[in-house]
Nanobody, 117 residues
Framework: VQLQASGGGLVQAGGSLRVSCTAS????????TGWFRQAPGKERELVAA????????YADSVKGRFTISRDNRETTVYYLQMNSLTPEDTAVYYC???????????WGQGTLVTVSS
C-alpha cells in the first residue's frame, strides 16, 4: 500500500484549502485513515481521523473548521477540507492509514500548507 498526498499550497488567513490522499491497494478501504501535521520546530500531531465505517475524530484546535472525508469506491481517496485557516495551521500535512488487524501504519510523503497573515 502506498499513499500519495496532494493539494497543499499557499493561502491567506481566513481562506480554505483541501488536501487529498490517494491510496493504492484494493484492501485500503478497510484501513482507518487520518491526517497529521508537523509545524516547524514542533512535534507531529493528529489533526483528524476517520475509520472505515465513517466515524470521525478531530483535534480540538481544528474542530468546526476542518472536515475529514473519504471515498471508498474504486480506490480509496480521503480528504481534509480546511476552512477559516490561520497562520497557526501552517505545517506539512501527512496522510496516514492503519491496518485493521496488524496495526501497521502507512504514511504518505506530506504536503506543505502555508497560511499567510
Amino acid at each position: 500500500v502506498q499513499l500519495q498526498a496532494s493539494g497543499g499550497g499557499l493561502v491567506q488567513a481566513g481562506g480554505s484549502l483541501r488536501v487529498s490522499c490517494t491510496a493504492s491497494g484494493r484492501t485500503f478501504s478497510t484501513y482507518a485513515t487520518g491526517w497529521f501535521r508537523q509545524a516547524p520546530g514542533k512535534e507531529r500531531e493528529l489533526v483528524a481521523a476517520i475509520t472505515s465505517g465513517g466515524t470521525t475524530n478531530y483535534a480540538d484546535s481544528v474542530k468546526g473548521r476542518f472536515t475529514i472525508s473519504r471515498d471508498n469506491r474504486e480506490t480509496t481517496v480521503y480528504y481534509l477540507q480546511m476552512n477559516s485557516l490561520t497562520p497557526e495551521d501552517t505545517a506539512v500535512y501527512y496522510c496516514t492509514g492503519r491496518h485493521p488487524i496488524t496495526g501497521r501504519d502507512v504514511w504518505g510523503q506530506g504536503t506543505l500548507v502555508t497560511v499567510s497573515s
